[in-house]
């Protein structure tokens, strides 16, 4: 079935390295992603997103890359800092039934070493 | 600014007890959703509503029920609690959703655990 993916579960990184998250997605017809984060015990904040008409965008020290032909997306975070510390989540935005919901990935965990 | 505020925080229920999760958002958001958290899962989500008046199901919806009360507020609720519906409950709104664009701004959470 189609689905949204991280490739990892956890991730960690020195701090001041930069990190890359992947995630894989199936359906071709996605058109639109976001990265959220999600600090422990709190609720997903939203990070950056992409349209499917774009291959790069960047925001305040984080990167989206989308690459459609192997349907795949990573956020890039550079100068990693300990509030970095988080879990990382894809969404695809699909078309389902008569509307547009969010699919959400498992995660990735990201942990920030001093 | 507020967002989107959920109540209560937390909640343990014993099999077979009711409770209502309420949500509101101060962002006059259409659209507004119920997710739930379960380890190793994402986010699935229960119910959504488009705009007020108007809800539908969404991937889990067996044992939960929606109400929109008015544009801001959107409740959940268990009829009857089961230990398989301990999970962490997330609250969520957006304002526009369609081709291109779905930012959905979430609360911080209710955790329920039902024994």
């Known amino acids: 079935g189609e689905s949204v993916g991280l490739h990892l579960p956890t991730l960690s990184v020195q701090e001041g390295d930069n990190s890359i998250i992947n995630c894989a997605y199936s359906?071709?017809?996605?058109?639109?992603f976001i990265w959220y984060k999600q600090e422990s015990g709190k609720g997903p904040q939203f990070i950056i997103d992409i349209r499917s008409n774009m291959d790069k965008r960047q925001g305040q020290r984080v990167t989206v890359l989308l690459n459609k032909t192997v349907k795949h997306l990573s956020l890039q975070i550079a100068a990693t800092q300990p509030g970095d510390s988080a879990v990382y989540f894809c969404a695809e935005n699909r078309y389902g039934g008569s509307d547009y919901k969010l699919s959400f990935g498992a995660g990735t965990t990201v942990t920030v070493r001093a | 600014n507020a967002g989107v505020t959920q109540t209560p925080k937390f909640q343990v229920l014993k099999t077979g007890q009711s409770m209502t999760l309420q949500c509101a958002q101060d962002?006059?958001?259409?659209?507004m959703y119920w997710y739930r958290q379960d380890p190793g899962m994402g986010l699935r989500l229960i119910y959504y509503?488009?705009?007020?008046?108007?809800?539908d199901k969404g991937e889990v919806p067996n044992g939960y029920n929606v109400s929109r009360l008015n544009k801001r507020e959107f409740s959940l609720r268990l009829e009857s609690a089961a230990p398989s519906q301990t999970s962490v409950y997330f609250c969520a709104s957006s304002e526009v959703r369609t081709a291109g664009k779905n930012i959905q701004y979430f609360g911080a959470g209710t955790r329920l655990s039902v024994l």
């Open positions: 962002m006059n958001h259409n659209s």
């Open positions: 509503s488009a705009s007020e008046g108007t809800t």
């Open positions: 359906n071709s017809a996605s058109d639109y």
